[in-house]
Protein backbone atom coordinates (compact mmCIF):
# COMPACT_ATOMS: atom_id res chain seq x y z
CA UNK A 1 0.00 0.00 0.00
CA UNK A 2 3.16 2.27 0.52
CA UNK A 3 4.57 2.09 -3.02
CA UNK A 4 0.82 2.81 -3.89
CA UNK A 5 0.84 6.11 -2.03
CA UNK A 6 4.57 7.69 -3.22
CA UNK A 7 3.11 6.91 -6.45
CA UNK A 8 0.14 9.52 -6.24
CA UNK A 9 1.37 13.28 -6.40
CA UNK A 10 -0.90 13.81 -3.47
CA UNK A 11 0.57 10.71 -1.06
CA UNK A 12 1.03 13.25 1.73
CA UNK A 13 -2.59 14.35 2.48
CA UNK A 14 -3.67 10.82 1.56
CA UNK A 15 -1.63 9.08 4.15
CA UNK A 16 -2.52 11.83 6.81
CA UNK A 17 -6.40 11.22 5.92
CA UNK A 18 -5.80 7.63 5.94
CA UNK A 19 -4.15 7.75 9.00
CA UNK A 20 -7.52 8.87 10.84
CA UNK A 21 -8.95 5.52 9.40
CA UNK A 22 -6.95 3.59 11.80
CA UNK A 23 -8.84 4.65 14.88
CA UNK A 24 -12.32 5.60 13.88
CA UNK A 25 -15.27 2.34 14.20
CA UNK A 26 -13.67 -0.06 16.47
CA UNK A 27 -12.51 3.28 18.88
CA UNK A 28 -15.51 1.87 21.26
CA UNK A 29 -14.68 -1.79 20.58
CA UNK A 30 -10.81 -1.85 21.20
CA UNK A 31 -11.02 -2.67 24.66
CA UNK A 32 -13.68 -5.67 24.05
CA UNK A 33 -11.43 -8.32 24.58
CA UNK A 34 -11.13 -6.74 28.22
CA UNK A 35 -14.91 -6.43 28.94
CA UNK A 36 -15.67 -9.52 30.70
CA UNK A 37 -12.48 -9.22 33.31
CA UNK A 38 -14.04 -5.54 33.52
CA UNK A 39 -17.14 -6.72 34.43
CA UNK A 40 -15.07 -9.17 37.02
CA UNK A 41 -13.61 -6.14 38.65
CA UNK A 42 -16.89 -3.88 38.80
CA UNK A 43 -19.04 -7.15 39.78
CA UNK A 44 -20.91 -5.32 42.21
CA UNK A 45 -21.85 -2.96 39.25
CA UNK A 46 -24.98 -3.76 36.51
CA UNK A 47 -23.56 -5.64 33.58
CA UNK A 48 -25.37 -2.70 31.52
CA UNK A 49 -23.31 -0.20 33.15
CA UNK A 50 -20.13 -2.38 32.13
CA UNK A 51 -21.38 -2.85 28.62
CA UNK A 52 -21.77 0.84 28.15
CA UNK A 53 -18.07 1.22 27.84
CA UNK A 54 -17.57 -0.21 24.80
CA UNK A 55 -21.33 2.18 23.72
CA UNK A 56 -21.09 5.22 25.74
CA UNK A 57 -18.42 6.59 23.19
CA UNK A 58 -20.66 6.10 20.38
CA UNK A 59 -23.58 8.38 21.93
CA UNK A 60 -21.09 11.28 21.95
CA UNK A 61 -20.16 10.94 18.75
CA UNK A 62 -23.66 11.49 17.47
CA UNK A 63 -24.07 14.75 19.58
CA UNK A 64 -20.74 16.17 18.55
CA UNK A 65 -21.76 15.66 14.72
CA UNK A 66 -24.69 17.75 14.89
CA UNK A 67 -22.40 20.71 16.05
CA UNK A 68 -19.85 19.36 13.16
CA UNK A 69 -20.88 21.88 10.94
CA UNK A 70 -20.04 24.66 13.00
CA UNK A 71 -17.11 23.55 14.16
CA UNK A 72 -15.73 23.42 10.38
CA UNK A 73 -16.72 26.88 10.42
CA UNK A 74 -14.71 27.96 13.91
CA UNK A 75 -11.02 26.11 13.15
CA UNK A 76 -9.22 24.79 10.41
CA UNK A 77 -8.74 21.04 9.07
CA UNK A 78 -5.69 20.82 10.74
CA UNK A 79 -6.74 22.02 14.02
CA UNK A 80 -9.66 20.63 14.21
CA UNK A 81 -8.04 17.34 13.43
CA UNK A 82 -5.74 17.53 15.97
CA UNK A 83 -7.84 18.61 18.83
CA UNK A 84 -10.02 15.73 17.89
CA UNK A 85 -7.09 13.60 17.99
CA UNK A 86 -5.75 15.00 21.29
CA UNK A 87 -9.14 14.35 23.17
CA UNK A 88 -9.34 10.65 21.65
CA UNK A 89 -5.84 9.65 22.78
CA UNK A 90 -6.36 11.32 26.86
CA UNK A 91 -9.82 10.12 27.58
CA UNK A 92 -8.90 6.51 26.21
CA UNK A 93 -5.82 6.42 28.37
CA UNK A 94 -7.14 7.96 31.47
CA UNK A 95 -10.54 5.83 31.63
CA UNK A 96 -7.65 2.91 32.74
CA UNK A 97 -6.04 5.18 35.99
CA UNK A 98 -9.38 5.27 37.57
CA UNK A 99 -11.10 2.78 39.87
CA UNK A 100 -14.81 3.86 39.92
CA UNK A 101 -17.89 3.08 37.36
CA UNK A 102 -18.53 6.36 36.36
CA UNK A 103 -15.43 8.36 36.07
CA UNK A 104 -14.96 5.51 33.27
CA UNK A 105 -17.72 6.15 31.90
CA UNK A 106 -16.97 10.16 31.84
CA UNK A 107 -13.54 9.23 30.25
CA UNK A 108 -15.13 7.14 27.35
CA UNK A 109 -17.48 10.04 26.61
CA UNK A 110 -14.51 12.11 26.26
CA UNK A 111 -13.04 9.49 23.54
CA UNK A 112 -16.07 9.64 21.83
CA UNK A 113 -16.08 13.56 21.51
CA UNK A 114 -12.39 13.04 19.79
CA UNK A 115 -14.25 10.44 17.46
CA UNK A 116 -16.99 12.69 16.67
CA UNK A 117 -14.43 15.23 15.29
CA UNK A 118 -12.14 13.02 13.51
CA UNK A 119 -14.49 10.40 12.25
CA UNK A 120 -16.47 13.01 9.37
CA UNK A 121 -13.14 13.79 8.19
CA UNK A 122 -11.38 9.98 7.67
CA UNK A 123 -13.54 9.91 4.39
CA UNK A 124 -15.72 13.07 4.18
CA UNK A 125 -12.15 14.38 3.17
CA UNK A 126 -11.23 12.15 0.47
CA UNK A 127 -14.76 13.48 -1.13
CA UNK A 128 -13.14 17.20 -0.67
CA UNK A 129 -9.61 16.40 -1.93
CA UNK A 130 -10.00 13.61 -4.26
CA UNK A 131 -11.48 13.16 -7.98
CA UNK A 132 -14.72 11.17 -7.60
CA UNK A 133 -12.39 7.95 -9.92
CA UNK A 134 -10.19 7.80 -6.80
CA UNK A 135 -13.76 7.76 -4.41
CA UNK A 136 -14.08 3.79 -4.39
CA UNK A 137 -9.69 2.75 -4.04
CA UNK A 138 -9.37 5.47 -0.98
CA UNK A 139 -12.90 4.37 0.63
CA UNK A 140 -11.65 0.95 0.25
CA UNK A 141 -8.56 1.40 2.10
CA UNK A 142 -10.18 3.88 4.65
CA UNK A 143 -12.25 0.57 5.65
CA UNK A 144 -8.86 -1.61 5.23
CA UNK A 145 -7.19 0.51 7.41
CA UNK A 146 -10.63 0.91 9.85
CA UNK A 147 -9.84 -3.23 10.30
CA UNK A 148 -6.25 -3.06 10.41
CA UNK A 149 -6.55 -0.55 13.40
CA UNK A 150 -8.61 -3.12 15.28
CA UNK A 151 -6.39 -6.20 14.27
CA UNK A 152 -3.73 -4.27 16.26
CA UNK A 153 -6.13 -2.70 18.70
CA UNK A 154 -7.74 -6.02 19.93
CA UNK A 155 -4.83 -7.79 19.97
CA UNK A 156 -3.12 -5.61 22.35
CA UNK A 157 -5.57 -4.74 24.65
CA UNK A 158 -6.13 -8.43 24.70
CA UNK A 159 -2.36 -9.14 25.76
CA UNK A 160 -2.61 -5.97 28.06
CA UNK A 161 -5.62 -7.45 29.42
CA UNK A 162 -4.25 -10.29 30.93
CA UNK A 163 -2.12 -8.62 32.82
CA UNK A 164 -4.44 -6.20 33.98
CA UNK A 165 -7.70 -4.97 33.26
CA UNK A 166 -6.03 -1.28 33.59
CA UNK A 167 -3.63 -1.35 30.88
CA UNK A 168 -6.02 -2.35 27.88
CA UNK A 169 -6.93 1.10 27.80
CA UNK A 170 -3.35 1.64 27.13
CA UNK A 171 -4.23 0.86 23.37
CA UNK A 172 -5.59 4.28 22.76
CA UNK A 173 -1.81 5.40 22.57
CA UNK A 174 -2.10 4.60 19.06
CA UNK A 175 -3.44 7.96 18.49
CA UNK A 176 -0.30 9.19 18.61
CA UNK A 177 0.18 7.08 15.12
CA UNK A 178 -2.18 9.01 13.51
CA UNK A 179 -1.38 12.52 15.14
CA UNK A 180 2.23 12.75 13.90
CA UNK A 181 1.46 12.69 9.77
CA UNK A 182 -1.97 14.77 10.48
CA UNK A 183 -0.03 17.76 12.22
CA UNK A 184 2.74 17.51 9.43
CA UNK A 185 0.46 17.50 6.47
CA UNK A 186 -2.93 18.31 7.03
CA UNK A 187 -4.02 21.65 5.17
CA UNK A 188 -4.40 24.40 6.99
CA UNK A 189 -7.88 25.37 5.40
CA UNK A 190 -11.21 25.47 6.07
CA UNK A 191 -14.21 22.70 4.94
CA UNK A 192 -16.44 25.67 3.09
CA UNK A 193 -19.59 24.41 3.38
CA UNK A 194 -22.05 26.46 0.39
CA UNK A 195 -26.08 26.42 0.13
CA UNK A 196 -26.17 24.84 4.12
CA UNK A 197 -29.95 25.25 4.08
CA UNK A 198 -30.44 23.73 0.80
CA UNK A 199 -27.52 20.64 1.56
CA UNK A 200 -29.26 19.88 4.98
CA UNK A 201 -32.78 19.35 3.62
CA UNK A 202 -31.28 17.57 1.31
CA UNK A 203 -29.40 15.27 3.34
CA UNK A 204 -32.51 14.83 5.60
CA UNK A 205 -34.63 12.94 2.29
CA UNK A 206 -32.05 11.97 -0.31
CA UNK A 207 -29.78 10.42 1.79
CA UNK A 208 -32.14 8.26 4.05
CA UNK A 209 -32.07 5.13 2.67
CA UNK A 210 -28.11 5.60 3.28
CA UNK A 211 -28.41 6.42 6.89
CA UNK A 212 -30.87 3.49 7.43
CA UNK A 213 -28.58 1.06 5.93
CA UNK A 214 -25.54 2.37 8.24
CA UNK A 215 -27.96 2.10 10.91
CA UNK A 216 -28.15 -1.52 10.53
CA UNK A 217 -24.93 -2.74 9.65
CA UNK A 218 -22.97 -1.27 11.99
CA UNK A 219 -25.81 -2.72 15.01
CA UNK A 220 -25.51 -6.24 13.16
CA UNK A 221 -21.41 -5.72 13.05
CA UNK A 222 -21.71 -4.89 16.58
CA UNK A 223 -23.65 -7.35 18.43
CA UNK A 224 -20.26 -9.51 17.45
CA UNK A 225 -17.18 -7.29 19.77
CA UNK A 226 -20.09 -6.35 22.41
CA UNK A 227 -21.35 -10.57 22.89
CA UNK A 228 -18.18 -12.52 21.65
CA UNK A 229 -16.26 -12.86 24.70
CA UNK A 230 -19.25 -13.62 26.60
CA UNK A 231 -20.65 -15.69 24.60
CA UNK A 232 -17.67 -17.42 23.94
CA UNK A 233 -16.98 -17.67 27.56
CA UNK A 234 -20.33 -19.51 28.11
CA UNK A 235 -19.57 -22.08 25.70
CA UNK A 236 -16.56 -23.18 26.54
CA UNK A 237 -14.95 -23.64 23.25
CA UNK A 238 -12.41 -21.32 23.27
CA UNK A 239 -10.37 -20.07 26.61
CA UNK A 240 -9.83 -16.53 27.73
CA UNK A 241 -6.57 -16.25 26.09
CA UNK A 242 -7.78 -16.88 22.85
CA UNK A 243 -10.62 -14.26 22.59
CA UNK A 244 -8.04 -11.52 21.40
CA UNK A 245 -6.68 -13.29 18.41
CA UNK A 246 -9.75 -14.94 17.02
CA UNK A 247 -11.35 -10.94 17.53
CA UNK A 248 -8.02 -9.63 15.50
CA UNK A 249 -8.14 -12.69 12.91
CA UNK A 250 -11.91 -10.95 12.17
CA UNK A 251 -10.47 -7.69 11.87
CA UNK A 252 -8.16 -8.27 9.70
CA UNK A 253 -10.76 -10.35 7.10
CA UNK A 254 -12.29 -7.01 7.30
CA UNK A 255 -8.97 -5.87 6.38
CA UNK A 256 -8.96 -7.50 3.43
CA UNK A 257 -12.37 -7.23 2.30
CA UNK A 258 -11.69 -3.26 2.20
CA UNK A 259 -8.56 -3.27 0.52
CA UNK A 260 -10.14 -5.44 -1.88
CA UNK A 261 -13.49 -3.65 -2.06
CA UNK A 262 -12.60 -1.72 -5.33
CA UNK A 263 -11.96 -4.80 -7.03
CA UNK A 264 -14.96 -6.79 -5.90
CA UNK A 265 -16.80 -3.82 -6.30
CA UNK A 266 -15.64 -4.09 -10.08
CA UNK A 267 -16.47 -7.49 -10.18
CA UNK A 268 -20.29 -7.61 -8.25
CA UNK A 269 -21.04 -4.66 -10.57
CA UNK A 270 -25.51 -4.29 -9.66
CA UNK A 271 -24.81 -7.29 -7.46
CA UNK A 272 -22.38 -5.35 -4.91
CA UNK A 273 -25.25 -4.64 -2.34
CA UNK A 274 -26.18 -8.45 -1.61
CA UNK A 275 -22.54 -8.96 -0.67
CA UNK A 276 -22.31 -7.34 3.21
CA UNK A 277 -26.18 -8.52 4.38
CA UNK A 278 -25.50 -12.84 2.69
CA UNK A 279 -22.37 -12.66 4.65
CA UNK A 280 -23.75 -11.53 7.89
CA UNK A 281 -26.43 -13.97 7.66
CA UNK A 282 -23.84 -16.68 6.78
CA UNK A 283 -21.65 -15.84 9.11
CA UNK A 284 -24.26 -15.70 12.39
CA UNK A 285 -25.85 -18.92 10.80
CA UNK A 286 -22.49 -20.48 11.93
CA UNK A 287 -21.85 -18.85 14.78
CA UNK A 288 -25.18 -19.73 16.32
CA UNK A 289 -25.66 -23.57 14.70
CA UNK A 290 -22.25 -25.16 14.45
CA UNK A 291 -21.48 -25.51 17.81
CA UNK A 292 -17.57 -26.38 17.16
CA UNK A 293 -14.84 -24.35 16.38
CA UNK A 294 -14.04 -24.27 13.08
CA UNK A 295 -17.84 -22.85 12.49
CA UNK A 296 -16.99 -19.83 15.40
CA UNK A 297 -13.88 -19.10 13.33
CA UNK A 298 -14.99 -19.00 10.28
CA UNK A 299 -18.57 -17.51 10.96
CA UNK A 300 -16.06 -14.48 13.05
CA UNK A 301 -13.75 -14.42 9.75
CA UNK A 302 -16.95 -13.83 7.51
CA UNK A 303 -18.69 -10.82 10.14
CA UNK A 304 -14.98 -9.12 9.72
CA UNK A 305 -15.14 -9.39 5.81
CA UNK A 306 -18.73 -8.65 5.60
CA UNK A 307 -17.71 -5.00 7.60
CA UNK A 308 -14.86 -4.12 5.41
CA UNK A 309 -17.09 -4.59 2.32
CA UNK A 310 -20.50 -3.27 3.78
CA UNK A 311 -19.05 0.64 4.93
CA UNK A 312 -17.20 1.22 2.56
CA UNK A 313 -19.98 0.59 0.08
CA UNK A 314 -22.59 2.52 1.39
CA UNK A 315 -20.12 5.47 1.87
CA UNK A 316 -18.81 5.24 -1.52
CA UNK A 317 -22.41 5.41 -2.74
CA UNK A 318 -23.35 8.40 -0.56
CA UNK A 319 -20.60 10.43 -1.31
CA UNK A 320 -21.13 10.04 -4.83
CA UNK A 321 -24.21 11.18 -4.54
CA UNK A 322 -23.13 14.15 -2.47
CA UNK A 323 -20.00 15.47 -4.23
CA UNK A 324 -17.72 17.60 -2.43
CA UNK A 325 -20.07 19.01 0.11
CA UNK A 326 -20.19 15.09 1.40
CA UNK A 327 -17.72 16.12 4.42
CA UNK A 328 -20.20 18.27 5.74
CA UNK A 329 -23.90 17.35 4.29
CA UNK A 330 -23.83 12.64 3.95
CA UNK A 331 -20.98 12.19 6.19
CA UNK A 332 -22.22 13.78 9.69
CA UNK A 333 -25.37 12.02 9.33
CA UNK A 334 -23.73 8.48 8.19
CA UNK A 335 -21.43 8.97 11.44
CA UNK A 336 -23.94 9.57 13.55
CA UNK A 337 -26.20 6.29 12.57
CA UNK A 338 -22.90 4.25 13.09
CA UNK A 339 -22.22 5.29 16.06
CA UNK A 340 -26.01 5.43 17.35
CA UNK A 341 -25.96 1.78 16.38
CA UNK A 342 -23.23 1.22 18.23
CA UNK A 343 -24.73 3.01 21.48
CA UNK A 344 -28.07 1.09 20.89
CA UNK A 345 -27.02 -2.20 20.65
CA UNK A 346 -26.79 -3.09 24.31
CA UNK A 347 -30.03 -1.84 24.64
CA UNK A 348 -31.81 -3.21 21.38
CA UNK A 349 -30.70 -6.39 22.51
CA UNK A 350 -31.90 -6.29 26.01
CA UNK A 351 -35.07 -5.34 24.74
CA UNK A 352 -35.78 -8.19 22.57
CA UNK A 353 -34.53 -10.69 25.53
CA UNK A 354 -37.11 -8.70 27.38
CA UNK A 355 -40.03 -9.17 25.28
CA UNK A 356 -39.17 -12.73 24.43
CA UNK A 357 -38.67 -13.74 28.41
CA UNK A 358 -35.14 -15.25 27.77
CA UNK A 359 -32.66 -13.52 29.03
CA UNK A 360 -30.18 -16.83 28.25
CA UNK A 361 -30.73 -16.50 24.48
CA UNK A 362 -28.07 -15.78 22.19
CA UNK A 363 -27.59 -12.67 21.01
CA UNK A 364 -26.51 -13.64 17.81
CA UNK A 365 -30.41 -14.03 16.93
CA UNK A 366 -31.10 -10.39 17.25
CA UNK A 367 -27.87 -10.18 14.46
CA UNK A 368 -29.84 -12.28 12.27
CA UNK A 369 -32.97 -10.58 11.98
CA UNK A 370 -30.65 -7.18 11.62
CA UNK A 371 -29.10 -9.17 8.62
CA UNK A 372 -32.57 -9.43 7.18
CA UNK A 373 -33.86 -5.67 7.57
CA UNK A 374 -30.48 -4.75 5.61
CA UNK A 375 -30.79 -7.01 3.39
CA UNK A 376 -33.99 -6.03 2.40
CA UNK A 377 -33.03 -1.98 2.73
CA UNK A 378 -30.03 -2.30 0.64
CA UNK A 379 -31.92 -3.08 -2.37
CA UNK A 380 -32.51 1.09 -2.19
CA UNK A 381 -29.02 2.56 -2.07
CA UNK A 382 -27.61 -0.30 -5.13
Avoid at 19 to 34: D, E, I, N, R, W
Avoid at 328 to 335: A, G, N, Q, W
Amino acid sequence: MYNIFKKHRRWRLMTAILSLSLLTVMAGAAVAPALNIIQEHFQNTSPGLVQMIISIPAIFIAVTNLFFNKLCRIFTIRTLVIIGLILYTAGGCLAGLVDNIYLVLIFRAIVGIGVGIIMPMSTGLIAFFFTRDKHSVLMGYSSALNMLGGVIATLIAGALAMVSWRLSFLVYLLGFAALIPCALWMPREFIKDENKTENLTFGRTAFAPYIICMFLLMLTFFIYPSNFAIETMRTGLFSQTAIGPIMAMMDLMGFAGGLLFSKIKSVAKTCGWLIAPSAFLISYCLLLFTACRPGILLGSAMIGFANGVGVPYIISKATAKAGKSAATTVMPLLSMALYLAQFFTPMITTAVHTLIGNTELSSYYVALGSSLLLLLCSGRIR
